[in-house]
């Protein structure tokens, strides 16, 4: 764990959790387009939220392995397709506004390597 002030963490079980919901209900089709994009801008409305939920769409895509560094994970989210960064709030011309703190403008501390399960990580940005 850090010890830092100025770090804010996020558990990601209820990232995970949240995902699965927001997949469950996009999957269902249920209800109007409106309520799950809605959905999907809540759980994305902070940039350590957008971090972690593209970290465990990396895990997702790479069995379920954590991002080795920085530049792969970046490179990952740039060929992310845009339309999905656009509605979570990232603009994929600005991936490296992404990993900066709104609150104090520093850059947050990501664990990469992190081995994830279906519910997530452990920490992996804080």
């Not at 970290?55 to 920085?70: D, I, M």
């Amino acid at each position: 764990m850090w010890d830092k002030p100025h770090t804010s963490s996020i558990r990601c079980l209820p990232i995970g959790l949240a995902l699965l919901m927001l997949a469950g209900s996009i999957v269902a089709g249920c209800g109007d387009s409106a309520s799950s994009e809605s959905a999907i801008a809540a759980a994305n409305q902070l940039n350590i939220q957008r971090l972690a939920n593209l970290y465990f769409a990396f895990q997702l895509k790479n069995e379920l392995r954590g991002p080795p560094n920085e530049q792969a994970f970046k490179e990952f989210l740039r060929g992310y397709d845009a339309s999905k960064l656009n509605r979570i709030g990232v603009d994929p011309n600005g991936i490296d506004d992404l990993f900066i703190n709104e609150r104090d403008g520093r850059p947050f501390e990501i664990r990469y390597g992190v081995r994830g399960s279906m519910m997530g990580s452990s920490e992996p940005v804080s």
